[in-house]
Every structure is written in structure tokens, then in C-alpha cells.
T-cell receptor, first 113, second 114 residues
Framework: DSGVTQTPKHLITATGQRVTLRCSPR?????VYWYQQSLDQGLQFLIQ???????AKGNILERFSAQQFPDLHSELNLSSLELGDSALYFC????????????FGPGTRLTVT | GENVEQHPSTLSVQEGDSAVIKCTYS??????FPWYKQELGKRPQLIID?????GEKKDQRIAVTLNKTAKHFSLHITETQPEDSAVYFC?????????????FGKGTLLTVNP
């Protein structure tokens, strides 16, 4: 157990819908990173927040957005969902903002039908 | 941007043998190279990492080597056990500016046969 928690574990929804994935970092960690894992694209970095502020952006679609709250938990919002958005979404956390020693949560499996 | 190539994509070994997985990276500014182990349906688990000012790091049966000149790094697992069976991912992180993202390789499926 890494200490990073994610909810929900599984999510099934229809195309065009919007969902919110939640992540709580390890105690003491200030950075949260979001990743998408699919069979064809592998593990792809989406976005990073550090102490409430956006720090780095990867290949995140405009339909996706994220935020980190004062209590340091983070939410990833996915809207206008398409079949191709079906994937495992992981968040990871680390103490500092530099990207070192990232510990992953258990992931949320999103299925878009 | 950074590009990480990982080989082989699959690796099958007998229990007790050694396993080696290799990765190359494209950006000479990358300075941090972690390895993750992911069992089926589970989270990626950080098993070892190395920074660019170090050439080798060991942790029990696992070691990582880094060749900055050639821009490649490798994971070595000795005395493999069936519980080592998993997908292993290498990654590289750039040190420049605010680029804190990890770029992952495509993964290596390691099977350890009893």
C-alpha cells in the first residue's frame, strides 16, 4: 500500500457524460500527478499540481481538467467522454515538486460505453 | 520532448536466472530514472531509482546502471523468483525548467518460470 488513495475503483459511464476522479496523496506529500494508462498508449502523464497550483502539463485533452484543493486532495474531471477515454487513471504523489519518487495510487478504471 | 525506448517487450526466464531490461532516452538533460513494477490490475510500484550523478545503485536482488554518455540505463534482477513476474516500466525525468513529468517506456512483461 503506497498511502495514495483513489476513488472510485471502477466507473462505467456513457459517451458524452462527465465524471470526476478523486485522489488523496500520501501524508506529507504536496505534489499530485495524474496519469492515463491504456494498452495502446502506455502510461501517459497528464498534469501535475503542487500545493494547489498547476506545475506541469502533459498530453491532457482540453475536455479534461484537474485541480488540487487546500487539503491537498485532487480531482480529475473528464467531460464529453468518448469511447477512447476508456483507460486506467492513476494519480501519484511526491513530497516535493521536482517529480522525484512518485508513489502511485490503486487507480480508477474508467469504461465508457 | 523526451522519448524512452524499452527492450525487450517480453522476457521469459527460469527461476534463479538473472533478468536484464534496457532503456534508452533521448534528452541528455534528463536526470532521474526510476523503475516501476506493475502486477496485473495493480498500481505501478516504485522499486528502484537512480539519479544522473550516480552510475549504479543496488537494493538486494535489484540493481540499476546508468550510462549517461550512451543515454541508456538498465534494470538487473538476480536470482529471479516467480513473484518477480510482472510488467516493468522504466522512466526518465527532465531536469529543465518546470518540466517535472516522467516519460515512461512501453514496458517489459517479465515471466519467471518455476
Amino acid at each position: 500500500d503506497s498511502g495514495v488513495t483513489q476513488t472510485p475503483k471502477h466507473l462505467i459511464t456513457a459517451t458524452g457524460q462527465r465524471v470526476t476522479l478523486r485522489c488523496s496523496p500520501r501524508s506529507g506529500d504536496l505534489s499530485v500527478y495524474w496519469y492515463q494508462q491504456s494498452l495502446d498508449q502506455g502510461l501517459q502523464f497528464l498534469i501535475q499540481y503542487y500545493n494547489g497550483e498547476e506545475r506541469a502539463k502533459g498530453n491532457i485533452l482540453e475536455r479534461f481538467s484537474a485541480q488540487q484543493f487546500p487539503d491537498l486532495h485532487s480531482e480529475l474531471n473528464l467531460s464529453s467522454l468518448e469511447l477512447g477515454d476508456s483507460a486506467l487513471y492513476f494519480c501519484a504523489s511526491s513530497k516535493a515538486q521536482g517529480g522525484y519518487e512518485q508513489y502511485f495510487g490503486p487507480g480508477t478504471r474508467l469504461t465508457v460505453t | 520532448g523526451e522519448n524512452v525506448e524499452q527492450h525487450p517487450s517480453t522476457l521469459s526466464v527460469q527461476e534463479g536466472d538473472s533478468a536484464v531490461i534496457k532503456c534508452t532516452y533521448s534528452d541528455s538533460a534528463s536526470n532521474y530514472f526510476p523503475w516501476y513494477k506493475q502486477e496485473l490490475g495493480k498500481r505501478p510500484q516504485l522499486i528502484i531509482d537512480i539519479r544522473s550523478n550516480v552510475g549504479e545503485k543496488k537494493d538486494q536482488r535489484i540493481a540499476v546502471t546508468l550510462n549517461k554518455t550512451a543515454k541508456h540505463f538498465s534494470l538487473h534482477i538476480t536470482e529471479t523468483q516467480p513473484e518477480d513476474s510482472a510488467v516493468y516500466f522504466c522512466a526518465a525525468k527532465n531536469s529543465g525548467g518546470s518540466n517535472y513529468k516522467l516519460t515512461f517506456g512501453k514496458g517489459t512483461l517479465l515471466t519467471v518460470n518455476p
